[in-house]
């Protein structure tokens, strides 16, 4: 099983930059793919940036690419998502995943994810 929880959210001025951290428990195979998704009020949930934890690849969607970066520390307990040139768009609630075996070519896709945290709001004005 495993537990994850988001935190580093707030509020922030158009152009500035906001660190998420996802704080990740539970056995490492589960967690082989991580990822970052958003949900704003009356929109889908949209995957942004994925990382596979073995050999450190990463995916991101067009539209956070060049603007946001997603890592993780050398224990691979716990995942970041820097983000910067931060824009109103971007408010939402951010959630970091986890699964085993998604496949990510580009851009993750929620339903190729098992394991979510509670998510963490994020508001640029």
């Known amino acids: 099983h495993v537990q994850l929880v988001e935190s580093g959210g707030g509020s922030v001025q158009a152009g500035g930059s906001l660190r998420l951290s996802c704080a990740a428990s539970?056995?490492?195979?589960?967690?082989?793919?991580m990822a970052w998704f958003r949900q704003a009020p009356g929109k889908e949930r949209e995957g942004i940036a994925a990382?596979?934890?073995?050999?450190?690849?990463?995916y991101y969607a067009d539209s956070v690419k060049g603007r946001f970066t997603i890592s993780q520390d050398n224990a691979r307990t716990t995942l970041y998502l820097q983000m910067d040139s931060l824009k109103p768009d971007d408010t939402a609630m951010y959630y970091c995943a986890a699964d085993s075996a998604a496949l990510v070519l580009g851009a993750p896709e929620a339903a190729d994810f098992t394991y979510w945290g509670q998510g963490t709001q994020v508001t640029v004005s």
């Open positions: 539970g056995d490492t195979y589960s967690r082989a793919c």
């Open positions: 990382i596979y934890t073995n050999d450190g690849s990463t």
